[in-house]
């Protein structure tokens, strides 16, 4: 599963950070209720996905910091699903991270760590990748990638050389990865602020990476975007790889608790924590994504 969450972050203030907005006296009045209350309602997104089972692996950006995942894992439902956490600690001006939440039952953590993006185009940096790898039934490696490349502020041009930046440094992973992995199981997951058809996305599926095509996550205005992805290693598209991607299970997670009336634009948009400034008490802006896989 890979989960654009929305600004989860703590109330407490934090110096190193330009997070004041989500603070009790900051702008969106954030304080312990409705981040307790956005806590239960990720955890209610994340067990609904798995229908029957909980995902075994979920992907999330836009957590603040270690104190919210683990609030999230023991002070909600999912304290019984038996997940562990892994969090990037990256230099992002207000303070959001990307995480890997896994059971360990189902995958054997090995080690993670924090892939800097090298920004030659901006002096901001953006979000750290997230690499994790474990291993998974059979005992084969899995590797992980967590990814929130740079938004389109400032304009879609404008900023698409910070997102090739990211683009360039999660290729030169996988690239290498595919080559001293015995049997390459390979997944990058997360938020790339980016369509399908955009020189960022084709440039990531150049080579060892295969992008699955569906609706729409985000809702720009009155336009649907598929800018959350979840990318495999080719191998794991066909029957000889252990791990391997079920045909056509990729999908969005669009229950109806998830959407509501837009009254702006028409339609539906995804029901969102703030609209504007605005406390409306739901979700993200964003839908999850979600993908099946069978291990041989």
């Given amino acids: 599963m890979s989960y654009n969450v929305e600004n989860l972050f703590h109330p407490e203030d934090d110096p190193n950070t330009d997070d004041e907005e989500f603070t009790p006296t900051g702008a969106?009045?954030?304080?312990?209720a409705r981040y307790h209350h956005k806590l239960r309602q990720i955890a209610k997104v994340i067990m609904a996905a798995g229908e029957w089972d909980t995902p075994a692996l979920v992907g999330l950006c836009e957590v603040e910091n270690d104190s919210v995942l683990t609030h999230l894992l023991h002070r909600t439902p999912l304290r019984s699903q038996n997940y562990r956490?892994?969090?990037t600690h990256g230099s992002d001006n207000r303070g959001i991270n990307v995480a890997l939440l896994y059971q360990r039952d189902k995958f054997r953590y090995i080690d993670h760590r924090s892939l800097q993006v090298a920004h030659p185009h901006n002096v901001n940096h953006t979000r750290d990748i997230l690499h994790v790898w474990g291993e998974i039934a059979?005992?084969?490696?899995?590797?992980?990638?967590?990814?929130?490349?740079?938004?389109?502020?400032g304009g879609?041009?404008?900023?698409?050389?910070?997102?090739?930046d990211a683009a360039r440094t999660l290729r030169a992973l996988?690239?290498?990865?595919?080559?001293?992995?015995k049997t390459p199981l390979l997944i990058a997951l997360g938020d790339f602020n980016d369509t399908p058809d955009s020189e960022c996305m084709q440039y990531l599926t150049a080579t060892t990476l295969k992008l699955s095509t569906i609706e729409g996550s985000h809702k720009y205005q009155s336009n649907w975007q598929q800018i959350d992805h979840i990318l495999i290693h080719r191998r794991m598209s066909t029957p000889v790889s252990s791990m391997r991607l079920i045909p056509d299970s990729v999908r969005i997670f669009a229950?109806?608790?998830?959407?509501?009336?837009?009254?702006?634009?028409?339609?539906?948009?995804?029901?969102?924590?703030?609209?504007?400034y605005k406390y409306e008490a739901g979700y993200s802006d964003h839908l999850p994504i979600l993908a099946d896989f069978l291990i041989r």
């Fill in 28 to 32: 969106r009045h954030w304080g312990y």
């Fill in 85 to 87: 956490y892994c969090i």
């Fill in 138 to 153: 059979g005992g084969d490696t899995l590797d992980i990638m967590v990814c929130h490349f740079p938004s389109k502020y």
């Fill in 156 to 164: 879609e041009k404008e900023s698409e050389a910070r997102r090739m």
């Fill in 174 to 181: 996988t690239d290498s990865l595919s080559l001293v992995r």
């Fill in 255 to 276: 229950p109806s608790f998830l959407l509501t009336e837009d009254k702006t634009w028409l339609g539906q948009r995804p029901h969102r924590t703030y609209h504007g």
